[in-house]
């Protein structure tokens, strides 16, 4: 068959073999766009009359739908014999999808090459980010800029793009090209005034290229930016480097205006810090509220106003729905200063629901909050507050993972999360409360019901340009129905750190291939924190059975958190091929509690049917 190749980062356009292919109606060429924007996944007649026509289709719209279809269908395979089967666009599940190769779309091959850079050497990141900018020939999308389906996937590639001059920048200065570096970030800080990282790298590259006067000016333009118009102070990151440039120049040489902290209007600025903060994070830029998240908390408790520290503590309304922490170290500074808060407002029931949920949000992935998580449960109700209530939900659904088996306690808590986001108007906490939803229902093995969910979080983030939530729907997607591979993005490293190794391997597992094929997937830095796990089953699979039972006697007990069932049932598999019949024993007795239920809780990784994994499990221990 020829090989088709697709463009949606510009006109979206398609060739065979460098020819290209004829799409001259603006209809066939948004179809393709739908398609590419589904990534694989079936979409369905109806959603295409829905996407084509925005609701208000007229009455012969299926038949158009398949007229087009049709034509897009000779478009892409000229060659294609008479009542042959279709190859690149085929029908399935009420509607169509694209099957191509990954490499055959532009905006798929940057996902690759985003992912292969992580774990490249710098020489060979700079090759495959510069491939990768090289692809864009101007906005995704740009034809369908007005089109509602189009507008998360124009935000997700936006920030994608982004993501690539920054990665690029910072591997052009690993391998002293700061020249070059400089002239990446120029433009980009100016369109990008609000990503910290970019403003830092350019600073960087100057102050690298020898040309420190210009490194401070950056700064401080960056600096007035933040302050202007967000009222924050720029991150640790950018004052360290201020104070590393002013420590290079004439001895004794400082601007006294750029202190770390400018007290003049301090009160009312860390006031509004929750709001600035929280729209940073629902939109996409964590990088920024890490960075100044801890620094409005030191400054809020320098202060010494108790009520103000609880404010700007518990102040971050972008509840988290992945359990592994995006920076351990700032979560436990949080709740640090959170328990020293607490004595303080104890008159304050608010104060005090508040700060309770922050640190069973932050110390996620332990179940050791329960009684702090319940506790600010009833005092929201108590003050009937739903956006206190919302918040709660939220802490008391980290930490809902004291054992397996819980997922229909989590689906219960998702349902009254979005009932009351509703009565609150927060997109953000209905968002939040669908996705606990979907994961929820994934290990129930309600997978249409997931499917639902997926699609409503996916209306209400292009909606509210939340284009992180569609990270959970797009590898929902591909766990599930077949989806291509997603990038996993930079900026959730609590989300990213090898989740896209495990899913290789589980999906191997599922599949009965030799793990082993998946490649470098399956090296520790792939695997990040999972490694622990998952090594157990690598050795025993390569016939490293002593090796593989001293990595399950040293491995430590799987977190409580979304991947809890899933690490049991690798340590379990493991532990059969490797006849460790005591740790089989425990991962079958930790599984018990979930045998109804699919490890799936995460709604991106599936060990399959724990039922099922327990059977073989007995089986294995009656031979």
Not at 168 to 187: I, K, N, P, Q
Not at 538 to 561: V, W
Request: include cysteine; hydrophobic fraction near 50%.
């Amino acid at each position: 068959m020829t090989a088709v190749r697709i463009r949606v980062l510009g006109p979206v356009s398609a060739s065979a073999d460098g020819t290209p292919l004829p799409l001259a109606k603006p209809r066939l060429r948004e179809v393709l766009a739908v398609l590419v924007a589904a990534g694989g996944r079936t979409v369905t007649t109806d959603a295409l009359v829905e996407d084509l026509w925005d609701g208000a289709a007229p009455a012969g719209a299926v038949g158009a739908v398949r007229t087009f279809v049709g034509e897009l269908r000779r478009a892409l395979e000229p060659e294609r014999a008479p009542h042959a089967p279709p190859q690149v666009v085929v029908t399935g599940a009420g509607g169509y999808a694209l099957r191509v190769p990954d490499d055959a779309v532009d905006a798929w091959r940057v996902a690759r090459a985003v992912a292969d850079a992580r774990v490249a050497s710098p020489a060979r990141a700079v090759e495959a980010l510069s491939g990768a900018l090289d692809e864009w020939r101007g906005e995704a999308y740009e034809e369908h800029a007005d089109r509602p389906w189009a507008q998360p996937e124009r935000v997700r590639l936006a920030a994608l793009r982004a993501d690539v001059v920054e990665r690029l920048a910072d591997a052009l200065l690993a391998v002293d090209r700061a020249a070059d570096a400089v002239a990446l970030l120029d433009g980009h800080v100016v369109a990008h005034p609000w990503r910290e990282e970019g403003w830092r790298l350019l600073a960087t590259a100057l102050h690298r290229a020898h040309r420190p006067a210009q490194a401070l000016d950056v700064l401080r333009r960056a600096r007035r930016t933040f302050a202007d118009d967000l009222g924050l102070d720029p991150g640790p990151a950018l004052v360290a480097l201020e104070q590393e440039v002013l420590d290079r120049r004439e001895p004794g040489w400082h601007d006294a205006g750029l202190s770390a902290l400018d007290r003049r209007g301090a009160r009312a600025r860390l006031e509004a810090s929750g709001a600035v903060l929280s729209s940073l994070a629902v939109s996409g830029d964590l990088a920024t509220v890490r960075a100044q998240r801890l620094a409005a908390i030191r400054a809020a408790e320098q202060l010494d106003d108790a009520p103000l520290a609880a404010r700007v503590i518990g102040g971050l309304e972008a509840p988290g729905v992945w359990t592994r922490s995006d920076d351990d170290d700032l979560a436990r500074a949080v709740v640090a200063a959170a328990s020293r808060t607490l004595p303080r407002v104890a008159g304050s029931p608010n104060a005090r629901a508040r700060l309770l949920a922050t640190i069973a949000i932050e110390e996620r992935g332990t179940a050791a909050r329960e009684a702090e998580a319940r506790e600010a449960e009833q005092l929201a109700r108590t003050a009937h507050d739903d956006r206190l209530l919302c918040l709660a939900l939220s802490g008391r659904y980290m930490q809902r993972f004291a054992h397996a088996g819980l997922a229909a306690d989590r689906e219960r808590i998702g349902a009254e999360l979005v009932a009351t986001a509703r009565r609150a108007e927060s997109t953000t906490f209905e968002i939040a409360g669908r996705i606990v939803r979907m994961q929820a229902l994934c290990a129930l093995d309600r997978l249409d019901d997931a499917a639902a969910e997926a699609d409503a979080v996916d209306a209400l983030a292009a909606a509210a340009e939340r284009p992180l939530a569609s990270t959970f729907t797009a590898w929902f997607r591909h766990a599930f129905t077949g989806a291509a591979e997603p990038a996993a993005p930079d900026e959730m490293p609590g989300f990213s750190r090898g989740i896209v190794a495990l899913s290789r391997v589980t999906r191997a597992l599922r599949a009965g291939e030799d793990v082993g094929s998946v490649g470098p997937a399956t090296d520790d830095a792939a695997l990040g924190p999972y490694a622990p796990w998952v090594r157990p089953l690598l050795l025993a699979r390569t016939g490293h059975r002593d090796e593989a039972r001293h990595a399950l006697a040293t491995a430590p007990a799987p977190r409580h958190d979304l991947l809890l069932e899933v690490t049991w049932a690798l340590l379990l598999t493991a532990a059969r091929e490797a006849d460790a019949p005591d740790v089989a024993a425990r991962a079958s007795a930790a599984l018990l509690p979930a045998r109804d239920e699919r490890a799936a809780g995460s709604g991106v990784v599936d060990a399959g049917a724990v039922g099922a994994l327990l059977a073989g499990g007995s089986a294995a221990a009656r031979r």
